[in-house]
């Protein structure tokens, strides 16, 4: 229990997993990758297509109707749904791989799950997990009769009910699909660590237009043939979106062919639906296609097992059917089955239209539900007998539950990795590097549930030292070790230069129960702002669901940050993801800005202990003063904020003239600088001094769980005295946060401005007014008393400013005033991370910054 | 003028365009798409390799010297910078292939723009736009002489000079590069209808593994041959990034052939730098390849020209050389050009190290400057002779400089397409369908500057009107007019599922001086964060940077917005595009809600005249009242914000007792339905209606140009009563933007929270409390002498929450109560657009949701 989180017993790591994830992983070890028996006699294609039509019959049921789910009597427009919603175009294709798959994953007892990129089909893998019988495990209400499937086809995209896409409320999901672009993203995040697991995942050619998606094939060169699991693209081609037809069914057989090799995949083609062929002939066609994907499969782990470990041609399956398939053809004289026309509900007005109505029964009725069903409405046995058991059902897989196989992370002590601080600021570390040693430790503990996920900067954001512990996953080709450096075909660090792969890698991972961060350059973050925004949910919404078990968190660690953009610009500066996260919901995000290197292992300490949160850590790279022992370190982070009486200068026992607080590293350094100032300057002046790590702390307690209550907060920020904040972020955000605060009357916060570029670091905090003369000077403006009487001295700053500001633009650096400045009762500098102090605020940053 | 910007005369339309952009038109015309002469002789091929060597000179000066540009005397440790910033790997690729384009562009007055993807090569950038004289003269500080030289090399990543990307300062760039992915998108939405502009764009290695730009080559699909400019892509596989090789580099020569031609190319692979060869032999081998592929290109556009506009394999270059080509080959015995050690600066202790700076000056003198530069440091003439003149030089072409190029759009009276309005709330349409009918117009008018681009979803987002008088561009293949609505090989309309797409040619065409409109679903919006970051950057410096003339605005329509996410759910729920649009710098933001048809009608006919902001408007697809007619539209939207006298029950000559205000189209029909009540219920209560349009006008003035003045402010919201504040989006934002106004004491916002998902309208503003009922709860809490004395009507208010929450989990659709409301003095209703009246607040949305 390290920082104020810990206050929320249900957060914390210990909770024992409940499923023995040993004996699980024994278990899928012994049966995976087994070649089929090649038997695909008639009762099983049969099986097959009774499974599929049951599936499109409770899809269908569940879009269009509120009651009447068998047709046991004609259907009545009263029966149909006042609003009709969901998506159906999609639905017929995933059901009709979910069918086979099961036939296979039965037979080869091959521990597989189920990524639906086309995440609005929720009604078919709503269906297939009532058919398996998970749906009726995990809801009790949904019974497995009549009653039960009334209330299943009732709840789809009602009030009350659950949402239409393949949602966390949907057992096997462990990918909506709401926002399109990252199917194989997860799946590879699932399927790395995890040797014996399959990976159907499903790619809608909608989907396969973003971006994310396009570059996301590339992953089959992060994956281990060994080590890993395998992960199975399907490309669903069923050739139309909500309103155009797709680029990939329209490109031609030859080009498609030529991309996925180009992908590095082996393509094989299935094409159906398309002419009269017969039910079982497809099933035929599709089965034996998958048998012989699956056993390439199989021959491949087994030459990884043999010792070749280098990357294959991974096969993938290219899956043409039409849009809608088995749905009604024409509709009101349009072409609708096959077209993008039946991608949503393609009878709107069944419920006020015979002549539609007319035409939703007869499309139910196509499915002969009479033939699937029993009396009391239950599957056939012969059917469910379709699907594997137990959790080899694909919605039962505890893979897709993670929480059920999540293993606490052996953590070593941080403190063990403390930076001697014989006094505050007498020694400087570059706070990230620090970290590293850290991880390093953490990587060898966890050999096969923690990775670290960076576009291309692992070393960049100083975490270099893992590479002595680990290295980077890669299994495209090898050049030697010239150029090679710590590139090798396992490792923990998974480094891609596309931000989209790193977060859904780890969503992936983490979802499937295992622990990881992203280090990221902090204005580039925002390119996932979107995925955030999904994650976040989906972990709002499984707090709420029983059955889904606490996963760990998604850590961040933007150690770029918008303060030292030395090698770019402008287009380098924004410090806005902090206020994207804020806005999540307050109970699954936590923002932290630890000021040095020991509240950096402190903070990350308890993110990697943490669940369902998604932690932002904001810790600048460049070299910077320790100012708090390890002791010192865990009390200020678990306080989350604290007055740092050191630096100030209060009188006991009287109320202090004016409080400066930071949040920040950056900013921590200017308010220490300013303080300097003013006790030289204005002896007399009582100053507090206050640093703020964990931002939610300023937030109310009715707002956020980590919460002061105001009489805290007025006991340290004072209820009526001038508060000057320096901030990391857009000011904007401290104001938010403190807006229901006695102080907040009296609240002055500099942080970041939309502005310009500069390449000195106190260039960048005095083009942004958050230098410590500036700081100064607004204690000056702010404190009534000293504004006549001192404007000298806030002549001096200014002028100060100026001088400082034509330093950099006459020498190219800081100050040395500046530079070279050290909080006064430093002492005698100690040991150090990270190269000479001499350097230490002003270096040449030769580790390498993003492009 | 309609809306309150209007006021800042600057950005009003109407600025004559200072070139003549049709006899630019012409001339480029007249010369476009000539074969080559295939004359490759010696001088010409020492030319082109004069002007590399002199590129990269300068290059590597700007990356390292201070002082002694030409090394006319020994290279001193203080004629280094004291901090070594930029990137070299990149940019010898870049210099050698502007060169080469330079020799084909003079011989072929090819009119030719260069897209940098790897914009951190800026030095190169820079040092070209140098050698052919544009520099110079839109900075005439930066002589062609020996001290222009130095100035030029010491404001490279310096304090108060340049930025060290391919930045709005570097002459000839559209693209910035800061943010790596949208090299491709931008190289198109410069070549959209600019039938004889070429388009070399190059793409790093790096930059290819992203998501956007994985998905930009299908770019093709969506060109038309004979009406849109070409794009060459150059694929500059240097093999390495900043810290791991590149997958595209490590894949073989196999799957990167297939990759590309599955990306619809014909590659054309060079390969140079990794052996002895000649300097004059590389050069006559890429010469030779060029003008096979520009030969290959005008073929192409001749058979265009001829009618021919179908698809072809359009050549693309893979370019491979080693990264960091001509710089030092190993230091302190590691690799470092051909490897990841080039990426940034290889010498980075040139100044503290004297082998270091033996190498550097060695390095600088490879390139034999003496041949290169005269006795007063200007280039030679025969070097200079390289390059093209004129505006064909690619640093100075016109398209570069889209202000250049710009023409108003011819605009019709968007009054014509005003909605009826007998009285208030007495007809109802679908805003953005009326939009629709507007611009329908424009395209007509319009036919070769304005472009709507969108994911999939213009009709979607109801403004299916267009296809009137457009269709969608599309090249891939046809299947005929059953499926292919709308479909066309030219077309106003671009569709394809990737935001990053939409918003990466939109911007591309902007720049280049056109006009154009992004509709897209406002949870999705967030996926180009990061991309409007960078644009809206982009438009702040260029504010700054008097030869920069200013481009069309960047016009979103956030239509599917996150109340009516009647398909979808959750995962599609979130309005903070407007909050992260809001962080960007106040002068080139705006934000508008328009609440009904006719305000929508005016908003964006300001934002289609409107220059150098982003636009962002929200206003829902579902159909909903006219409140104002054409004329109050227009008063109001200039106005920006207004009391709907109307609306309330205030007496003439008093304050009211409370003030009910809206921002955005659900909230203002909830706040009218909470006044009609409180009308009923409390007939001697004042009750004052507030709607704003404009998000901007709540902001103080200094805050933002188009902030109301606190007296106005304090005019129409009072100082001293409750406000109750109904917004679209995060609640957060208004308290922010009426933080410093008299009555942000008494402020109360109903906005959206992060909660769940549903699928009733007036669930979801009941879920948020943002109801008519919750608004007067809210009302009654608010006012003090309602508190005690209307309890009675308080719990009746909660009792109708409770009561509607039931009757949609019944019958999942609205209480009639609530669908059926209209304002009381609606009288008889008239036309509308959009589908039955009764339908009208739960209508069955057939129009299509996104996924």
Known sequence: MTTSIARDPRQTA?????????????????????????????ATLQRIDKWWRAANYMSVGQIYLLDNPLLRRPLDRDDVKPRLLGHWGTT???????????????????????????????????????????????????????????????????????????????????????????????????????????????????????????TSWHSNKFVNPRQDGVVLPILHLNGYKIANPTILARIGDEELHALMVGYGHEPFVFVAGFDDEDALSIHGRFAALLDEVLDRIAAIKQRAAEGDESRPMWPMIVFR??????????????????????????????????????????????????????????????????????????????????????????????????????????????????????????????????????????????????????????????????????????????????????????????????????????????IVDSMVNQHAKWLKVTNDIPWRRPVASLNYLLSSHVWRQDHNGFSHQDPGFIDHVVNKKAEVVRVYLPPDANTLLSTYDHCLRSRQYVNVVVAGKQPAPNFLTMDEAVAHCTRGLGIWEWAGSEVPGEEPDVVLAAAGDVPTLEVLAAADILKRELPQLKVRVVNVVDLMRLQDETEHPH?????????????????????????????????????????????????????????????????????????????????????????????????????????????????????????????????????????????????
């Open 14 to 42: 210990g909770s024992p997993a409940p499923i023995a994830a040993g004996d699980f992983a024994a278990a899928e070890a012994r049966t995976a990758w087994r070649a089929g028996t090649g038997r695909l006699d008639d």
């Open 92 to 214: 017929p294709g995933l059901n009709f791989l979910y069918a086979h798959l099961n036939r296979a994953v039965a037979e080869r007892e091959q521990s597989t799950i189920y990524v639906t990129g086309p995440g609005h089909g929720g009604p078919g893998l709503v269906a297939s997990a009532y058919l398996d019988g998970t749906y009726s495990e995990v809801y009790s209400d949904i019974t497995e009769d009549e009653e039960g499937m009334r209330r299943l086809f009732r709840q789809f995209s009602f009030p009350g009910g659950i949402p239409s896409h393949v949602a966390p409320e949907t057992p096997g999901s462990i990918h909506e699909g709401g926002e399109l672009g990252y199917a194989l993203s997860h799946a590879y995040g699932a399927a790395f660590d995890n040797p014996h697991l399959l990976v159907a995942a499903v790619v809608g050619d909608g989907e396969a237009e973003t971006g994310p998606l396009a």
């Open 707 to 851: 919460g002061l209550a105001h009489r805290e907060f007025d006991t340290i920020f004072t209820a009526d005295r001038p508060i000057v904040f320096a901030y990391h972020g857009y000011p904007w955000l401290i104001h938010r946060l403190t807006y229901r605060r006695n102080g907040h009357k009296n609240l002055h916060v500099r942080g970041y401005k939309e502005e310009g570029t500069t390449t000195t670091p106190f260039d960048m905090v005095m083009l942004n007014d958050l230098d410590r003369y500036h700081l100064v000077i607004d204690v000056i403006d702010h404190v009534h008393w000293l504004r006549a009487s001192y404007a000298g001295l806030r002549q001096r700053m200014v002028d100060a400013r100026i001088a400082a500001r034509e330093y950099t633009r006459e020498h190219g650096e800081d100050v040395p005033e500046v530079r070279d400045w050290v909080w006064p009762d430093a002492g005698e500098t100690g040991t150090e991370v990270g190269g000479p102090q001499a350097d230490r605020l002003s270096t040449t940053d030769t580790g390498g910054d993003n492009e």
């Open 321 to 526: 059917t039409p849009k809608g398939w088995t749905g009604p053809a024409w509709i009101d004289g349009k072409k609708t089955t096959g077209s993008w026309r039946a991608h949503q509900v393609p009878l709107a007005s069944a419920r006020d239209t015979p002549e539609h109505l007319a035409v939703l029964e007869e499309w139910l009725q196509s499915y002969r539900p009479a033939e699937l069903f029993d009396a009391t409405g239950r599957i056939e046995d012969d059917i469910r007998a379709l699907a594997p058991s137990g959790d080899l059902r694909m919605s039962a897989n505890p893979h897709t539950n993670g929480g059920l196989l999540l293993r606490d992370l052996r953590l070593p002590d941080f403190r063990d990795f403390a930076q001697d601080v014989p006094s505050p600021g007498a020694t400087f570390a570059e706070a990230p590097r620090v970290l590293g040693q850290f991880l390093t430790e953490v990587v060898r503990r966890n050999p096969d549930n923690f990775r670290i996920f960076g576009p291309d900067e692992t070393a960049s954001n100083r975490l270099q030292a893992v590479y002595d512990a680990t290295d980077k996953q890669w299994n495209a080709r090898f050049e030697g070790p010239e150029v090679d450096e710590h590139l090798a075909r396992v490792g923990r660090v998974m480094e891609m230069l596309s931000e989209h792969q790193c977060q859904g890698w780890l969503e992936g991972y983490l979802l499937t129960g295992r622990h990881g961060l992203f280090t990221s350059y902090e204005a580039f973050i925002h």
